[in-house]
């Protein structure tokens, strides 16, 4: 089946500085991905949506200059927390849309491993 | 380490019938258990959630899940399907790692059929 890369999985860093989550997809095209956060508990909450080439679409509530995303490729979407804080300590995962897929299976959503990020 | 099955790649079942969806995971501890829907052209949404307490758990849209630690299953079932049901079903997992993440199954798609 189809593999979504997420790197890294774990990250600790101190507050202030910036953090980078990749996000890939190892065997096949993903014009759109999503980005999701998720705290202990709670249900994940959708961030962004990702669309190769062009600006992501963010929630409402989501600060796209905090949270920079980047969609280069087909096959590769970055999600950036610019000048991290404590409360942006929680767990990223990202999920990707198999572009090669059509009807109703083109829907299929692959999910990364996700990224679990401590910002001290 | 922490895994969850869904055994089902897809389901079909027809309109009005009723609809039992599979998932299975590996967790050393308590798991917190999930189910998610994704209908088409739309992010994820959360139908259910079990942390503790009681194991039949009450979910959106008529659904609901039974947690049973014996068999390390977490099923959702769905008494009388209507066609708008039709869409992706993900089950998964919290584990608690140093951290908090989430694990899901590759997802059941659901087919309803008039």
């Known amino acids: 089946g189809a593999v979504v890369s997420q790197h890294p999985s774990w990250v600790i860093c101190k507050s202030g500085t910036s953090v980078k989550i990749e996000c890939r997809s190892l065997?096949?095209?993903?014009?759109?991905m999503f980005w999701y956060r998720q705290f202990p508990k709670q249900s994940l909450m959708l961030m962004a949506t990702?669309?190769?080439?062009?600006?992501?679409?963010?929630e409402q509530g989501v600060e796209k200059d905090k949270f920079l995303i980047n969609h280069a490729s087909l096959t590769l979407s970055t999600l950036t927390v610019t000048s991290a804080h404590p409360e942006d300590s929680s767990f990223y995962i990202c999920?990707?849309?198999?572009?090669?897929?059509?009807?109703?299976?083109?829907?299929?959503?692959?999910f990364g491993s996700g990224t679990q990020l401590s910002v001290l | 380490a922490q895994s969850v099955t869904q055994p089902d790649i897809h389901i079909t079942v027809s309109e009005g019938a009723s609809l039992e969806l599979r998932c299975n995971y590996s967790?050393?501890?308590?798991?917190?258990l999930f189910w998610y829907v994704q209908s088409p052209g739309q992010g994820l949404q959360l139908l259910l959630k079990?942390?503790?307490?009681?194991?039949l758990v009450q979910g959106i849209k008529g659904f609901e899940a039974e947690f049973k630690r014996s068999q390390s299953s977490f099923n959702l079932r769905k008494p009388s399907v209507h066609w708008s049901d039709a869409a992706e079903y993900f089950c998964?997992?919290?584990?608690?790692?140093?951290?908090?993440?989430?694990?899901f199954g590759a997802g059941t798609r659901l087919f309803v059929k008039a």
């Open positions: 999920s990707a849309r198999d572009l090669g897929l059509t009807g109703s299976a083109g829907e299929k959503l692959f």
């Open positions: 065997d096949f095209q993903a014009t759109t």
């Open positions: 990702s669309n190769e080439g062009s600006k992501a679409t963010y």
């Open positions: 967790y050393g501890a308590t798991p917190y």
């Open positions: 079990y942390f503790s307490g009681d194991t």
């Open positions: 998964a997992v919290g584990a608690i790692t140093g951290g908090f993440k989430t694990i």
